[in-house]
């Protein structure tokens, strides 16, 4: 199960040191498809930030019914607690050991790793300054309104992708599949209304500015997480919706998209 690509990270200013120890890195906790690819939207999110600031780390792959035995194992904190008291264990989780190997960081939750990352790390930010409301808002806003009607085509699909067929939601067919990306346009139609507001003072592409942010990676791990799950009947689509800024974005996103 093991896909880490090992690399030598002397590159980012680690002491080798003599004694053949590798220099501590973070590591990403992922969920793995049917392809060694990652496709998860919300560990996207987290594997963009750790790309464009530089940080080594490799990743851990745990099966969807080891996770919270997993997470447990390693005390991560819970990522949400149900209104009754009881726990949540979702990924992505990150164990940071670079700053203190003897009290390595354990995050999870998707927002909360990201504020991490850009209190620890701040050199290429994904907050711009000022913007941390405003991102938080846009990133809940992708996550609880944009992707929802997403859920009924994606959910059997990954499912069946991961469990390699079957099990889950039933698959849409023909016209309740139709009336389904009818539903998910209509939210890319209205985000690229609000986008192209920043076409006059803006590059028109990326949600803030000129400068890709946390908004654009929790946009573009959509985007992936359709082209990695659907890439025939629905990456084939959006590409090319609203005059093909969806495509622009995740080209400006992919030099973020390496796979440690």
């Known amino acids: 199960m093991s896909r880490h690509h090992h690399h030598h990270y002397s590159r980012s200013g680690y ?22 690819q990652p496709w998860a939207p919300n560990i996207w999110r987290i594997r963009f930030i750790l790309n464009y600031k530089n940080l080594p780390y490799k990743t851990v792959w745990v099966d969807t019914a080891s996770v919270e035995s997993t997470l447990r194992s390693i005390n991560a904190p819970p990522s949400t607690i149900r209104p009754d008291g009881r726990p949540v264990y979702t990924l992505p989780v990150i164990v940071d050991p670079t700053r203190n190997q003897m009290q390595p960081e354990v995050l999870s939750n998707t927002n909360n790793i990201a504020e991490y990352l850009e209190s620890a790390y701040p050199a290429r930010p994904v907050f711009p300054e000022g913007s941390r409301a405003m991102q938080s808002l846009f990133v809940h806003y992708i996550q609880e309104v944009f992707a929802k009607p997403l859920l009924p085509i994606m959910i059997p699909l990954s499912h069946q992708n991961i469990h390699h067929g079957g099990g889950g939601m039933p698959m849409l067919q023909g016209p309740q599949r139709e009336q389904a990306w009818v539903a998910v346009k209509e939210q890319f139609d209205f985000l690229a209304m609000i986008m192209d507001k920043n076409a006059g003072d803006g ?48 080209e400006r996103c992919r030099p973020y998209m390496d796979e440690l």
């Open 15 to 36: 002491p080798s040191s003599g004694r053949g120890m590798s220099p501590p890195i973070i590591t990403l906790y992922d969920i793995p498809g049917h392809t060694p």
């Open 203 to 250: 590059d028109g592409v990326v949600a803030m500015g000129r400068e890709v942010s946390y908004a654009d990676f929790a946009l573009c791990s959509v985007l992936i997480w359709i082209e990695r799950m659907a890439a025939h009947d629905g990456w084939t689509r959006v590409r090319g919706w609203n005059g093909g800024r969806w495509a622009r974005l995740y």
